[in-house]
């Protein structure tokens, strides 16, 4: 795995911050945990790659709060395009 940064998707709207962090903490040192409001998914970095292949072979598929979690490594945003109206 090349980043740290992972994907995590199918969460529950009632998920917290707080509750991933805890959850990935199992695998390593987290740095960082956001979660997109309305969406069911969120990004989870943690202190190192190898830190975040762990939490993302141990978790991937894994029930959590109800739902089977998917977390894969986060790819880069992709750029905004701006919009013609023409």
Do not use: C, H, W
Request: glycine share 6%; net charge negative.
């Amino acid at each position: 795995m090349e980043t740290s940064k992972l994907y995590v998707g199918n969460l529950t709207y009632s998920v917290t911050e707080k509750q991933l962090e805890e959850l990935f903490s199992q695998y390593g040192d987290v740095k960082d945990v956001r979660i997109i409001e309305r969406k069911g998914f969120g990004f989870v970095e943690m202190a190192a790659a190898e830190e975040a292949e762990k939490a993302k072979e141990a978790l991937n598929e894994t029930e959590f709060e109800g739902r089977t979690m998917r977390v894969d490594e986060a790819r880069p945003p992709r750029p905004r395009r701006e919009f013609s109206r023409y």
